[in-house]
């Protein structure tokens, strides 16, 4: 079986947020969950995308999921970017891709610049009052905090401003022990002129992932976070980890569409079978 690794959210290699991306090329059901497992841990990368056809005439053409190196997550933009990119790029695929995930059917449409436009949910936003520890362990005082609870589970710290974002260092041991998926932080682009509206970065020890270097399922609901504070349905993201990416986001009812570009770094045969 081939194996990619594919960095997603950039037109550059080693740029991005870099996914396993196996593909099985029967349709049916997926190998036992541990072995799924087993080789997202091998991968260790943020989140390995498994995927197999189905049969024509239903309401998605592929099963996918996504594994961290500790664990199944519900939702995962990258991954999802990684694998639309390689159905495409190895003309396994054409036009519009429809998946079957854990959060409900997702569709990818790939572009004539190369480009990958995903429609997922959006994810809703409910005011919360964070405990002070978990403050205490951002490193941060917030100017709100909310609840995403459907699809990602995560809290959304609002920060002051774009340096605060950037200079996070928080203490990813207390962070792990909250019940939360992870924390996203943002605040709005100190320079709008410099090509993105707001930034952010993303932390998941939970799922053994410390800093995700671009983690497109936060924006299910940065992107609506960020449209009502700006009045503007499509906006620009840039998550600010080392490896830095862009996001297009554009809102369309409860719907968030995602766009971004991938590029395969690695490809390799899986030499242990299920």
Same mark, same amino acid.
Do not use: K, M
């Given at each position: 079986m081939r194996i990619r690794i594919v960095d997603a959210f950039t037109d550059r290699p080693f740029g991005g947020n870099p996914a396993g991306v196996l593909l099985f090329p029967d349709a049916g059901s997926f190998p036992d969950d541990d072995w799924l497992q087993r080789v997202a841990a091998e991968v260790?990368?943020?989140? $390995?995308?498994f995927a197999h056809p189905l049969p024509p005439g239903g309401d998605a053409d592929w099963a996918l999921r996504w594994f961290t190196p500790a664990a199944e997550v519900d939702m995962c933009g990258h991954a999802t970017l990684a694998t639309a990119h390689v159905l495409h790029s190895t003309g396994t695929a054409t036009g519009t891709v429809r998946f079957a995930a854990r959060c409900g059917i997702l569709s990818a449409t790939a572009h004539e610049d190369g480009s990958i436009t995903m429609d997922f949910p959006v994810s809703s936003l409910t005011p919360f009052e964070v405990p002070?520890?978990?403050t205490e362990a951002l490193g941060a005082t917030p100017l709100s905090v909310h609840d995403t609870s459907d699809h990602i589970g995560d809290l959304l710290f609002e920060l002051p401003d774009e340096a605060t974002v950037r200079g996070l260092d928080p203490d990813l041991r207390a962070l792990a022990g909250s019940s939360r998926r992870g924390i996203i932080a943002t605040a709005p682009a100190e320079d709008p002129g410099r090509g993105y509206d707001f930034v952010s970065r993303c932390f998941f020890p939970?799922? !053994?992932? +410390?800093? +995700?270097?671009? $983690? !497109?399922?936060?924006? $299910?609901?940065?992107?609506?976070?960020w449209s009502a504070r700006l009045g503007r349905d499509e906006l620009t993201g840039l998550q600010g980890s080392a490896r830095t990416g862009l996001v297009r986001t554009a809102l369309r009812g409860d719907r968030v569409l995602l766009t971004g570009s991938a590029v395969t770094v690695i490809e390799g045969e899986l030499l242990t079978k299920p």
């Open positions: 260790n990368l943020s989140e $390995t995308a002070a520890a978990v939970v799922f !053994g992932i +410390d800093e +995700d270097p671009v $983690t !497109g399922s936060a924006h $299910t609901a940065l992107a609506p976070f």
